[in-house]
């Protein structure tokens, strides 16, 4: 035992060693900051802008990004966004109806993907280089002459049900909609899908929508391509020349309010009753929006307090030290008008008042507690290290020069991270931390209803019903 005891401590030891040796290096080979591959910026038709990258190879991908998502709904219209693009893509186009424009895209090799997110939509189509036209006169069809069908409503809408049914048996997802709807009222992040909200939305809800969102002010052309520049153009002009004019769109968020109404919560507990044997904590707050200055230092704060995985400070304080938590971890998003900070474990019923305790200690102690200096190196090494990783591909590099219009931020907020990471202290990381956890934290448990009374040892348990 003893001779297998040495073993692994030497080799433990040289493990360390090498691991040391390689930080090192990294050290010694620091990268440069991003330098963003030239693009060609263009305006198409009645004003759409349009972002073109060349490629070596004879493929080409055309995505149009509609300037409309969940953060554009209301507690009454949550969920049409999403609805919307899903019936479209089943729905087709006045030239492409129903599954023709699958049939036609993939019967030349290509694909076409719909998505939407939190403050965009978006239709992406990859073809060969020879069949470009193919690929832009779909997309323009879908963009001006989308076929809004009762039927491809109906389908849409059933098949978003279906999902969101399924999406209620994840305890971390719906203690996630709790905190977002709590924190935002309902609106913007806190506009929660129901089964009613996605009933109530009609055709005409979706063809309002569609005349307001798409329009060449609020959609933004992304194309990759081995062909020339002026080719691509001509291109573009032929083909969307059509769009109908706009301007952006935009949502609103009144912050002071919100963070008012955050206040009010700070000492309250929402517990989501569910005959399950664990339970899904949630904590989270309001970030500020994208490209403040607090950005880049609340982003290494997360990163050292949940965001690095096994080696962040909740995982090693709930998980690594005590085996309260398999998962635990936690998140920032920034927004256009907002943003999002969000932290979660699941834990055993028994534990859930001492895992709460632990998430809420290591929060604010962000605020207060000193940065040691090796997690300053290392929160620095990996943050730089994977930073490149966002540029690896033309399609990556393509959706970064379509992120930087949409935010209206100069190509500095991307070729500057590096430099601004390496200039971070400890101090400021605490400080920025410090003004974000100052309003205060919502406190939301998905477990079972008998989990209130060890619970109020943290403040006030409000028992709340959740689709």
């Not at 479209?88 to 036609?104: D, E, M, Q, R, V």
Request: proline fraction near 4%; glycine fraction near 6%.
């Amino acid at each position: 035992m003893y001779y297998w005891k040495a073993i692994n401590k030497i080799t433990m030891c040289l493990l360390f060693s090498l691991y040391s040796v390689s930080l090192q290096r990294l050290y010694a080979t620091p990268l440069e900051n991003i330098t963003l591959p030239q693009t060609t910026k263009f305006a198409v038709g009645k004003g759409m802008t349009a972002y073109a990258i060349k490629t070596e190879i004879p493929a080409f991908t055309v995505t149009a990004q509609i300037g409309f998502g969940n953060l554009f709904e209301t507690k009454h219209t949550a969920g049409i966004s999403s609805l919307l693009i899903k019936t479209i893509a089943i729905g087709g186009s006045a030239k492409f109806p129903g599954t023709a424009i699958y049939y036609t895209i993939e019967r030349a090799g290509g694909n076409i993907h719909f998505d939407s997110g939190w403050e965009e939509s978006s239709i992406t189509i990859t073809m060969l280089d020879r069949d470009a036209e193919i690929a832009l006169e779909v997309l323009s069809d879908i963009l001006v002459h989308p076929l809004l069908t009762v039927n491809a409503l109906a389908d849409a809408r059933s098949l978003l049900n279906e999902s969101l049914k399924r999406q209620r048996d994840e305890p971390h997802l719906i203690a996630f909609e709790v905190v977002r709807k709590i924190l935002f009222d309902g609106d913007g992040y806190g506009a929660i899908p129901t089964e009613k909200t996605l009933n109530s939305i009609t055709i005409e809800h979706l063809e309002s929508a569609h005349k307001k969102y798409f329009t060449t002010g609020n959609i933004i052309l992304g194309i990759s391509s081995s062909r020339a520049r002026e080719q691509i153009i001509q291109l573009c002009q032929k083909y969307f020349s059509h769009v109908p004019y706009g301007v952006r769109q935009s949502y609103t968020c009144n912050s002071s309010l919100l963070r008012e109404k955050l206040h009010n919560n700070e000492n309250k507990i929402f517990l989501i009753p569910r005959e399950i044997p664990q339970a899904t904590i949630a904590v989270g707050t309001i970030a500020p929006p994208i490209g403040v200055a607090e950005e880049i230092p609340l982003i290494a704060m997360n990163y050292i307090l949940g965001g690095a995985s096994f080696n962040s400070r909740l995982m090693n304080e709930i998980r690594a030290k005590r085996g309260l938590s398999y998962s635990t971890a936690s998140v920032i998003r920034f927004r256009k008008h907002t943003g999002l900070f969000l932290a979660y474990a699941q834990t055993r019923t028994d534990e859930a008042l001492l895992t709460l305790k632990l998430m809420e200690e290591n929060i604010h102690a962000m605020k207060s507690n000193p940065i040691t200096d090796d997690e300053m190196k290392w929160m620095k090494l990996s943050l730089e290290n994977s930073y490149i990783f966002e540029f690896d591909t033309p399609k990556n590099i393509l959706s970064k020069y379509l992120f930087l219009d949409y935010y209206n931020l100069n190509e500095s907020y991307l070729t500057s991270y590096i430099e601004k990471i390496r200039s971070l202290t400890a101090n400021t990381i605490m400080t920025a931390a410090k003004n974000l956890f100052s309003h205060g934290l919502i406190k939301v448990v998905v477990g079972k209803k008998e989990l209130g009374q060890p619970l109020a040892e943290c403040g006030e348990v409000i028992i709340s019903k959740h689709p």
